[in-house]
């Protein structure tokens, strides 16, 4: 296994290739990130275990939209069943695949805890545990520099996980790399391949904020606010079903082998 450096350029691409592939097969990409989103809404109503469960279960369903995003490529209908990939490929991949659900869980929730020496867990509260504040206080809050650091510590360190877990389950399943290589494998290749990696992610945050922009005016307009609220929630699933589709195909670009492979099961 090779890894590829592509050009910055290559950052556009990954993302024109997830939209095109999320166009072909809409309702059912769509469909499978209703199930996840399900999935994970149902195990938070669990306290503290729910959530790690749900972070745990992240590398799995990753690959789970990397195998869907594959199968649409190659002209197939991707089925629900194609979520529980990691769980039909064997003992030994189902146990790498929870090793890196483990380790995802462990080191999201080392780097919450870290936070909490900046502000004392105010942040942690909000962000993960969903903690009801009135519009005016966290205004407040935000102003706060302690809130700030902690949010930019969080954000950083959420960074180098997001690098550490990204080709980390294609790597696993698909190549057989042991789960703490594939770790390794999946930062350089990201840092080797920084340009185009920010390329995309500014491709897809400089789409959010257009779209979410335009369609915002549009739907209060049109529907109202309420209405609008919803129809935007929407939007923002459907951008999101796009940006998971889009992971498949830089791992393809990133790892010459996995275009040879990328056939096999």
Not at 99 to 125: C, E, I, N, P
Not at 168 to 176: E, K, N
Request: net charge positive; aromatic share 12%; hydrophobic share 60%.
């Amino acid at each position: 296994m090779r890894l590829n450096i592509v050009p910055a350029s290559q950052g556009i691409q990954w993302m024109k290739q997830g939209i095109a592939t999320f166009r072909k097969k809409p309702l059912a990409m769509l469909g499978l990130f209703f199930i996840f989103l399900t999935v994970v809404n149902l195990l938070s109503l669990i306290p503290w275990l729910g959530i790690a469960m749900a972070l745990a279960m992240l590398p799995a369903a990753t690959l789970g939209f990397m195998t869907a995003a594959r199968e649409v490529a190659q002209g197939n209908y991707p089925m629900p069943t194609v979520l529980l990939t990691a769980f039909r490929a064997g003992q030994q991949r189902l146990h790498a695949i929870a090793v890196l659900g483990m380790l995802y869980a462990v080191l999201f929730g080392l780097s919450m805890a870290v936070t909490q020496w900046v502000d004392g867990g105010q942040f942690v509260r909000i962000y993960l545990l969903g903690e009801a504040i009135e519009p005016a206080a966290m205004r407040e809050l935000m102003s706060q520099g302690d809130f700030q650091m902690a949010a930019i510590l969080a954000g950083t360190l959420n960074v180098v996980i997001a690098m550490l877990f990204w080709h980390a389950p294609a790597l696993v399943h698909w190549h057989g790399v042991s789960p703490v290589k594939s770790l390794f494998f999946s930062i350089v290749a990201c840092l080797r391949n920084f340009p185009a990696f920010f390329v995309y992610l500014m491709a897809w945050v400089g789409l959010t904020m257009l779209v979410v922009l335009g369609a915002s005016l549009l739907f209060t307009a049109i529907a109202g606010p309420v209405i609008g609220s919803v129809l935007m929630q929407l939007l923002l699933m459907v951008i999101t079903a796009m940006f998971f589709t889009s992971q498949y195909f830089s791992y393809l670009d990133c790892f010459v082998e996995a275009r040879d492979s990328s056939t096999e099961v």
